[in-house]
């Protein structure tokens, strides 16, 4: 029986498939609690939403307050950035850290121009909510045929 190169790719390739599935399965047993729920590699989980008239956009952003966060827009670019310093008290010597100090800069590219001079932002229970407008140009309009 002979086998073709191909056969040998075929191989190859479906137990590079199953290692690196194997690798992503074992990946969190290394660390106590899986992976940081908190922050996936530096950035925050954001979800968007799209109302019809403004972009709606919610990141998770625990343990940081509004003075520790900063959010620019510029036409359709947003971006997010943030840090939270470690909170060892004073006198204190650290035997475990789980919650380490962190920064992030997420950025993103919206779907649409949005109307900077009527964004809006607030965060609650460590979620950071964005209410974007859309910008006057860019909303449908109605014409009437005479």
């Given at each position: 029986?002979y086998?073709?190169?191909?056969?040998?790719?075929?191989?190859?390739?479906t137990?590079?498939?199953?290692?690196n599935?194997?690798?992503?399965?074992?990946?969190?047993?290394?660390?106590?609690?899986?992976s940081d729920?908190?922050?996936?590699?530096?950035?925050?989980?954001?979800?968007?939403?799209?109302t019809g008239?403004?972009?709606?956009?919610?990141?998770?952003?625990?343990?940081?307050d509004?003075?520790?966060?900063?959010?620019?827009?510029?036409?359709?670019?947003?971006?997010i950035?943030?840090?939270?310093d470690?909170?060892v008290?004073?006198?204190?010597?650290?035997q475990n850290?789980?919650?380490?100090?962190?920064?992030?800069?997420?950025s993103?590219?919206?779907?649409?121009?949005?109307?900077?001079?009527?964004?809006?932002?607030?965060?609650?229970?460590?979620?950071l909510?964005l209410?974007?407008?859309?910008a006057e140009?860019?909303?449908?309009k109605r014409i009437?045929i005479?």
């Amino acid at each position: 029986m002979y086998l073709r190169i191909k056969d040998f790719d075929k191989l190859f390739g479906t137990m590079n498939l199953l290692q690196n599935r194997l690798n992503r399965f074992s990946s969190d047993f290394d660390s106590p609690y899986g992976s940081d729920w908190t922050m996936e590699q530096g950035m925050p989980r954001t979800n968007l939403y799209d109302t019809g008239e403004q972009l709606e956009i919610r990141a998770e952003v625990p343990g940081l307050d509004k003075n520790r966060l900063t959010v620019n827009i510029q036409g359709n670019y947003l971006e997010i950035s943030g840090s939270r310093d470690s909170d060892v008290p004073e006198g204190y010597k650290i035997q475990n850290a789980e919650r380490e100090s962190v920064s992030f800069s997420r950025s993103m590219t919206l779907p649409v121009d949005v109307d900077t001079a009527k964004a809006s932002a607030v965060i609650k229970d460590g979620i950071l909510y964005l209410k974007l407008p859309k910008a006057e140009a860019v909303k449908p309009k109605r014409i009437t045929i005479a």
